[in-house]
């Protein structure tokens, strides 16, 4: 899992990526490419 400053770059990168709040952070999920896999802070 990468960690990044900004996720709305990443978001782009690949069709199945979705941005999702959790506890407070932001991640990128990606069920069917896990490398795209990124947190925010």
Do not use: E, W
Not at 3 to 29: A, Y
């Amino acid at each position: 899992m990468k960690v990044r400053n900004s996720l709305k770059s990443l978001r782009g990168r690949h069709r199945n990526n979705k941005i999702v709040r959790r506890k407070g952070r932001v991640f990128i999920i990606n069920k069917t490419n896990p490398r795209f896999k990124a947190r925010q802070g």
